[in-house]
């Protein structure tokens, strides 16, 4: 079931790094698939990794829309990814979840029966739960998504982003702590100060 518009707009009219620390432990399905979020990377457009940095683009243009817009893109020319947008030019990826709806359709996207592996990098969470560019620029309160919020905020690690050349000494990965289903574990830099 989506999720009421108004809802959403205030969830992610907010900083980036406030929200993608909020993401962690919320569901997110795409039409009925998907599962609990347990990392997230922040990016704003002042910073040198984001895909905005450079102000809008074709590629870039729904960072740029109302807090709650998917925006999906490819890296590596192979695996899409999905982020959503909180204030203007700034986004969230969602880098691993848990899987808990749908395994079975996830397991025959994927190929593959670990369920650690199913969601464990952006990659691997775009396609086992279908998502390709024809998500991209959707409002995420519209079907086929699905995001109900954690029901109690915990404490998260933080670290370094992965997978950039730029801006990595800044700590906007999240993640729950000791979670099997990470794409990457964290050092034991302890929980972040919220």
């Given at each position: ?55 809008p683009t ?6 740029f ?12 020319g ?109 050092t ?7």
């Open positions: 079931m989506a999720a009421d518009p108004s809802f959403i707009k205030r969830y992610f009219d907010d900083d980036v790094v406030a929200v993608a620390k909020r993401l962690i432990g919320a569901q997110f399905l795409v039409d009925g698939i998907g599962g609990t979020i347990v990392e997230t990377e922040a990016y704003t457009q002042d910073e040198p990794a984001s895909h905005s940095f450079r102000g074709p590629r870039n243009r729904p960072m829309n109302a807090p709650g817009t998917v925006y999906v893109y490819r890296i590596y192979m695996h899409w990814c999905v982020n959503f947008v909180c204030h203007p030019g700034s986004a969230v990826l969602i880098r691993a979840l848990v899987p808990t709806e749908g395994i079975e359709e996830m397991i025959g996207r994927r190929g593959l029966s670990d369920l650690r592996k199913l969601c464990a990098g952006p990659g691997r969470l775009t396609q086992a739960l279908g998502i390709d560019l024809s998500h991209n620029d959707r409002p995420l309160s519209d079907t086929p998504f699905s995001l109900i919020p954690a029901s109690v905020e915990g404490p998260v690690f933080a670290g370094p982003r992965i997978g950039i050349t730029k801006a990595v000494d800044l700590p906007w990965r999240f993640g729950l702590p000791d979670s099997r289903y990470l794409s990457k574990p964290f034991k830099n302890g929980p972040s100060e919220d």
